[in-house]
């Protein structure tokens, strides 16, 4: 940059027309070859991707409701554990027919930390890794966003202790993918006409959301992995009627959803 | 669709919402309803999906006064109905209320030519003893209040029968009395059975929408409706069109705001049109058939009367007025412009397929001018921008703009508190679109239109001021143009109907 802006006083000058040509070269040149210039900006974080281009987005805007409000659901840390974090996230959104965006996070060697963004700047994001509202969780990849977010299953049983690597992964990272080649939903097997998300097997209803206690392997933008257990829906006593009876005590605190995580060696 | 996919779709919502009621019906999921299904199981078989009778309950029942329902009820344990009996005919008077309410409200859609559900005689063992309409009392635990559940079909999915569940005794909830909340549930719950008799699979929208206008249209003293109304009228940015996600979907329960505006608007038959209309095309959305039977009978269609329920709803709450639209609209409420102020220029503006976005700026200006310009691409059809100056207890007069290029309408606001402007978008299949919505009360319409400086007026020159030009300098200006073969930049097309918002004609 500094080279051209020297010598376009002195050539000026001297060829007339030909220096505006030349200008136009140099500038083209500048376009074509500016990732052989040094940075001077700092590194950014390694990526695993380069973000993509989200497909069927106006279909996701109207099927997922994609409100342009950004969330302000409370999310704090509540666990003890060393290592490993137990989040809560408001996820009211505004109530049952949402009037909030998801809840965008980020995982951080602090916890989940919450994104300043609403939906739909969200899918032009790489900023976020997940997302959350109501019982709806998804992740940044695919149909969801333009980064690379995967999520592997684990064998069914497998406890959250136990999983130690991303070895335990059972089956492939898969990234979110609930709209076909057509843009036609691909729903989830609740018969509550929900996306298929690849998150969306920590619940089941019945009668109300009950916690399957599957454990995730997340597969982050920057390769890093996470083991994730979502523990609840409901406030604790609620989630745990639920759970046990197929029916959930009222008032419930739906809504209040419960993450428990550890960053993965 | 097949039977046990579209049973999903009928009972829909549970649990608390913004709403002051929560949605009647309990969502199943797919297991529970094949279950169901396939156990052709009745709330007194040990396979039923709950709620149901206990194993060793006693359940009675009792035949309504007209012999057309069968009630079926217990005086012991969580289901108990209450054991009062007046009349001392040893039946508690509960299952009478229910077995009269439900015989009220078939006769009512049968007036309003409506097919009532066939005889489930011939659905099993497990029918409830007879070809009657059972209505089982059973307790839901404050997690619903009803549910309508189809046993099977004469046809692929449509002329279908099945039964009711209903709560036992309403205690905990917020109705006004025993005897109204029975009324809503017969009425709503049993509109469900009316559309089974059609073609129960139209989706969420169609069939409580269309349910809670029915409640509506039994009695309008009931509160169904308005209860129901802020789900719509806090949400029209969402499409009408497209079925609500998840287990308590107030949304659908809300559109029974755009049924009553139909029922008003075009009469009863229009719902009663679009149900025929569904045994015609058995695989038609509801809004398609909604669409045909109103270019059909009313040489309307869709699009016109979308934008037109979009105008009544200005005429909401405390602004509702007879002669603005709903008969009573003072009941609806929820309606959430989104506050702007003068000016605003606001890019990539969304609208989707039936939807609305409200907008809102302070009033007492001479004029405010509202434009909505498309991205370049996109499709123009079927949109539309109201611009309406109001007070808080009515609507003064909406501007109206329509057709391809830049929408532009304006209204005198003078007297108004606030202007309330609406994009709409009319058609009923498609993506969301975007545009530049801008806003203003500058005279000179800017920045919402170019204010491009005309030639200078030579009196200018000596230093005078004209606030218009003269006869003289019209000529000049208009000379000066022809000279030049110059062409005043086009102005945005603009289409001003001054309504003093009142209801419109039938749509051409």
Known sequence: ????????????????????????????????????????????????????????????????????????????????????????????????????????????????????????????????????????????????????????????????????????????FKTEAWFDASCTLIPDDSGLGGPATLLGGFWTYQSCVEMTGRIFIVRLADGRHVKLEVTGYYEPSAQQVCNETHSVPQPSGSGSIRIKWAFLP | MRLGAWLLLLPLGCGPVQTSRAPHELPESLGEARAGQQAGARPTSPQAVPPNFGAGEQVESVVSPKGRFRVHFSRVGPNAVSPADADGNGVPDAAEVVGRAYERVADFYVGLGFLLPGSDAAVGEDNGGDGLFDVYLVDFAG???????????????????????????????????????????????????????????????????????????????????????????????????????????????????????????????????????????????????????????WGADFDAAFTEFSQ?????????????????????????????????????????????????????????????????????????????????????????????????????????????????????????????????????GAPCVDVTPGPKDPEDDDGGCSAAPSGLGWMALVLVLLALGARPKQAPRAVVVRRDAARIRSPR
Not at chain 1, 83 to 108: C, I, N, Q
Not at chain 2, 326 to 340: E, F, K, Q, V
Not at chain 2, 389 to 415: C, P
């Open chain 1, 1 to 172: 940059m500094s080279h051209t802006e020297e010598a376009l006083p002195k050539r000026a000058g001297q060829q007339g027309l030909w220096v505006l040509v030349a200008v136009g070269m140099s500038l083209a040149l500048l376009v074509s070859c500016g990732e052989d210039e040094p940075k001077v900006e700092p590194e950014p974080e390694p990526q695993v991707c380069e973000a993509s281009q989200v497909t069927c987005t106006e279909q996701t805007i109207d099927r997922l409701s994609l409100l342009s409000t950004v969330s302000t659901g409370e999310v704090r840390e509540e666990g003890t554990t060393a290592g490993e974090f137990h989040t809560f996230v408001d996820s009211r959104a505004g109530g049952l027919t949402p009037t909030m965006s998801y809840t965008y996070l980020r995982f951080t060697p602090t916890g989940l930390t919450q994104v300043q963004v609403h939906d739909q700047a969200a899918l032009a994001s790489t900023d976020w890794d997940i997302a959350v509202r109501r019982y709806t969780m998804r992740v940044n990849s695919g149909t969801s966003g333009p980064s690379c977010v995967a999520v592997a299953n684990t064998p069914e049983g497998t406890t959250f202790a136990s999983v130690t690597s991303k070895s335990a992964a059972a089956g492939e």
């Open chain 2, 312 to 444: 009544w709803n200005l005429s909401t709450g405390a602004r509702a007025r007879v002669d603005q639209g709903y008969s009573r609209g003072g009941g609806y409420d929820g309606l959430a412009p989104s506050a702007r102020t003068l000016p605003t220029q606001e890019a990539e503006v969304r609208v989707t397929t039936a939807s609305t976005r409200y907008f809102e700026v302070p009033g007492g200006a001479a004029e405010v001018l509202a434009t909505y310009t498309l991205n370049a691409g996109e499709d123009p059809a079927k949109l539309h921008l109201l611009v309406a100056a109001v007070t808080d207890t009515q609507v003064l007069r909406v501007s109206r703009a329509e057709g391809s290029g830049t929408l532009s309408a304006k209204v005198a606001a003078s007297d108004a508190s606030q202007v309330i402007i609406a994009v709409v978008d009319g058609r009923h299949e498609g993506v969301g679109r975007y545009g530049t919505l801008c806003l203003t009360a500058d005279a000179t």
């Open chain 2, 143 to 297: 997690r619903a209040d009803g549910a309508f559940r189809l046993d099977g079909c004469e046809e692929e999915d449509r002329r279908c029968v099945g039964h009711m569940l209903q709560e036992n005794d309403f205690t905990g909830y917020d109705y006004p009395s025993f005897e109204a909340a029975v009324s809503i549930l017969a009425s709503h719950e049993f509109f469900h059975a009316v559309q089974a008799a059609y073609r129960p699979g139209l989706g969420s929208v169609a069939s409580e929408g269309s349910a809670v206008w029915a409640s509506e249209r039994f009695d309008g003293s009931l509160d169904d409706l308005e209860q129901f109304s802020s789900s719509y009228l806090s949400r029209t940015d969402r499409s009408l069109v497209l079925d609500p996600t998840g287990p308590a979907a107030s949304f659908s329960y809300g559109a029974g705001v755009f049924f009553q505006y139909l029922g008003e608007r075009f009469g009863d038959r229009a719902i009663l049109a679009l149900w025929q209309e569904s045994l015609m095309s058995p695989t038609v959305p509801w809004y398609v058939l909604l669409d045909t039977v109103l270019r059909r009978e």
